[in-house]
DNA sequence: CCAAACTGATTGCATATTGCAAGTGGTTTA
DNA sequence: TAAACCACTTGCAATATGCAATCAGTTTGG
């Protein structure tokens, strides 16, 4: 196994899109940074095991040390648990909400996504960036200690909205 | 060389993101699509010649092929060159403006951007949203053959503002 | 108290993708 | 009519991915 280690820039060129594909222009890397930010996983094997395609442990690793040294994610040693370690966002990784959802609001509205996977796109892309706002601050409370932010939950609306997507398919499946 | 034939959506889960990224997640289709899009690339040898990365041409190759497949850019071949082959955006292709607006605007937050090629960034994240939907009627028009819109040309703005700075930096290098 | 389960990873191996350089068969230009 | 140009393709080496097994230490349950 040889597996991008130092995860340094390449530096092709100093354009931004070329840049931010540096970072993130794989199959998982933005795969990771979703799970995190609708998904709230916060370790390892919550990633590993809880997400939709099913990353394997190595590409797993190997992305969030990229994401880290990127300076998206965070890695803090749980203080309960010896073995425990946390993955957060940092202020970098919460400003890629928008472009998640823009990301997310195309393949909705472009490619054969599922009814119940496509609701959060959906809801966001609706909301548009007063919503996308709102639930970065929301993030920053959650992630960085930020003060917590008043009115109702984006993140707990996403999650109620795609639970109950999912429930109904249930249903009529 | 074996080089992704069919470009076969993988579908490893309905997601949008997860689709979106099994079309674009790679470290070049996006990098194509800014060519045609802000550089106003049309041919073959104008994408493997003129863009600030390097790309190969097996890659080239490949990843036209895959775009075509997904619907993102149309092929047609040059009726006063037998040997001329076009590639434009389809509506598809051309609401990738936002995702690369807000890639673009991320990266030249974050990232090492230089200034002669972030200044487009800039002037996309300044603008927000109409900018866009005024950029992607000019799009409509020299691609899919819409009518002209009125106003000011975005495309040519956005150029000028990247000439201008390519010409202070080089006056100050 | 101790085995079982859980923690964030790592390793070996097979396969797939990428990058480079050269080449293909044809067309257009000077 | 030769040189330049056209959209690619091919061969090969290097790199990245995916899978399954494994690791060493930590915590949990009986």
Known sequence: ???RQGSTLQLR???PINLSLEVL??????????DIIFGDRRHFRELLTQSEEGIS????ADRLRTLVDAGVLSRTDDPRHKQKVSYSLTERGIQLVPVLAQLAGWGVRHLPVSDELGIRARILDEGGPPLWS?????????????PRPAGPSVFDD?????????AKSARTR
Do not use: K
């Not at 442990?57 to 797993?60: A, E, F, G, R, T």
């Not at 996403?158 to 999912?166: D, F, I, K, T, V």
């Open 1 to 3: 196994m040889v597996v």
């Open 158 to 166: 996403l999650q109620a909205a795609y639970l109950a997507a999912a």
């Open 57 to 60: 442990s190595n590409i797993l």
């Open 134 to 146: 709102r639930f970065m601050d929301e993030l920053r409370w959650m992630h960085l200690g930020s």
């Open 13 to 15: 060129s100093g354009c």
């Open 25 to 34: 222009g794989d199959r998982w890397s933005l795969i990771v940074v979703r």
